[in-house]
Each structure stands twice: as C-alpha cells, then as structure tokens.
C-alpha cells in the first residue's frame, strides 16, 4: 500500500507504449481482451481502456469504460418510481476490470475502482449508475463490498446510482 500513499502509481489511458502481452489476472477472457481487443476498442470509440502503471512501468491492472443504457424494466421498482417514464436509463459500462494477480491483495482493485467511479461522475455526460457484469462470484462479491447492488432479476449484473458515487466523492472531499 506505500505506494498508494507516495503517489508512486500512475492511471493512464491505454496507449502503445504499455506492456500487454505480461499481464495476468488468471481470468483467460480478461487477459485476452487486455493483449488482443482493448487498442482495437478504443480506436473504433467502443471502450475507453485505462491502465494501472507501476513506478516501474509495470501495467498492474485496467479497466474499460463505455456507454450502454438499461431497459426500465430491469431496475429496482423502488428507483424506477422516482425517474421519468423513458423507456431506456441511460448508464456507463464499467466493461472490464482485471488486476494482474502478481499484484493482488495490495488496493490496486479498489484503486481502479475508485478511479473509474471518479472519472464516471466527472463526466457532463448525463448517466444515471455505473453498471458492472459480474464474471464470476468473486467478482460480485468484490463489487457487493464496494457498495454496488444488483439487478432483481440479474444477480451477476449489478448498479451504484451516479447520485450515491457523487455523495461518496463529496464526502471523500470533506475528509480530506
Ligand atoms: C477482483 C480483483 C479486481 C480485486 O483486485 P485486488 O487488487 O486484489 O483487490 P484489492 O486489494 O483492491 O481489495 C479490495 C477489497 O476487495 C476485497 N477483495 C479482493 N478480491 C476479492 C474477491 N475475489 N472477493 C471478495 N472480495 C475481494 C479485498 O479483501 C479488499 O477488501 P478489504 O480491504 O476490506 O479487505 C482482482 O482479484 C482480479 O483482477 N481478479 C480477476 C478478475 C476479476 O474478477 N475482475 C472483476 C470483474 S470482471
């Protein structure tokens, strides 16, 4: 964690200059659409990939953002009630995340999390939640822990309201 305190790591947006071809979060999926999709996703505008750099240049992780929307009828009743009757919510895509697991357990995952959920409620782009599909039970319970909630009908697809991230960040400031 030193090196979350000392400001030793960089977030970037995915450029030629970072090493794909080491990374390894041990999910197959992941690791092959960081080596082989990401630079093509972001030069057709489908995701916006941003890299976890190491002091020494080592990628420890991504993640992608983009832009989807969500039918009404997949949200929670008790939200749907508050929001005008459109037939689509519109919402950002938190694609992918993925920390190399020679880096695990040290708040890289939280600190890319973080990162995206910044960048996300910083955008004039209106969005109403930030939206993740959890791969696997491990994923969900890493994004349950980080306070996002699921779908009624998805439980691998799961939401934080823009509204809830935009309190978080405001009381982040007030601490700090
Ligand atoms: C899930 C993943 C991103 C977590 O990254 P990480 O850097 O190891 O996580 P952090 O060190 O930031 O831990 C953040 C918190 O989540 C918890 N956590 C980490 N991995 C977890 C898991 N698999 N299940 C539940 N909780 C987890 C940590 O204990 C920590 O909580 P704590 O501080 O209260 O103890 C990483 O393990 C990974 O890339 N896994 C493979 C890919 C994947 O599943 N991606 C996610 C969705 S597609």
Do not use: C
Request: proline share 6%; glycine share 6%.
């Amino acid at each position: 964690m030193g090196e979350l305190a000392e400001g030793a790591l960089r977030i970037e947006v995915l450029g030629p200059q970072h090493d794909r071809a080491s990374f390894e979060s041990g999910v197959e999926p992941l690791d092959r659409y960081f080596r082989v999709q990401a630079g093509q996703d972001a030069r057709k505008n489908m995701a916006a990939p941003f890299v976890l750099v190491l002091a020494d240049g080592f990628v420890a992780g991504y993640y992608t953002l983009s832009s989807t929307a969500v039918n009404v009828g997949e949200w929670p009743a008790q939200i749907v009630r508050k929001l005008p009757r459109y037939p689509l919510i519109p919402a950002t895509l938190l694609g992918r995340l993925a920390v190399d697991r020679r880096q695990e357990g040290r708040g890289y995952g939280r600190y890319l999390l973080a990162d995206a959920l910044f960048r996300a409620v910083s955008s004039e782009i209106a969005s109403f939640a930030v939206i993740v599909d959890a791969k696997d039970e491990n994923a969900r319970r890493f994004y349950e822990r980080e306070s996002f909630l699921p779908f009624p009908d998805r439980p691998m697809k799961l939401f934080q309201p823009m509204a809830d991230i935009a309190d978080l960040f405001k009381s982040y400031a007030v601490e700090r």
